[in-house]
């Protein structure tokens, strides 16, 4: 049974910096790439960032420069550290297993103008 759990989220003010983790339980997580998703409240859900299994990254846009996802193989733990956060980055943060299509509950993050 595989489990995706985040954790990290919560309430931060504008330009602060936040960072989330999120654990795969099973033995898929060294052979999966990983990505993190969000959802801002009453729109659709996004790609926040990717990372391959040999550590290759992509970003959106819209957080480029400001979002750093990277990996912990011995671990099984994929991070999201996200500085000069913006109100507009509040969302529920999701944590999957891009290659296995597993999901997180999510995380809340919520930034205060």
């Known amino acids: 049974q595989v489990q995706v759990v985040e954790s990290g989220g919560g309430l931060v003010q504008a330009g602060g910096s936040l960072r989330l983790s999120c654990t795969v339980s099973g033995s898929i997580f060294g052979i999966s790439a990983m990505a993190w998703h969000r959802q801002p409240p009453g729109k659709k859900r996004e790609l926040v960032a990717f990372?391959?299994?040999?550590?290759?990254?992509n970003y959106a846009d819209s957080v480029k420069g400001r979002f750093t996802i990277s990996r912990d193989n011995a671990k099984n733990t994929v991070y999201l550290q996200m500085n000069s956060l913006k109100p507009e980055d509040t969302a529920v943060y999701y944590c999957?297993?891009?290659?296995?299509?597993?999901w997180g509950q999510g995380t809340q993050v919520t930034v205060s103008s």
């Open positions: 990372i391959s299994t040999s550590g290759s990254t």
């Open positions: 999957n297993s891009w290659s296995y299509d597993y």
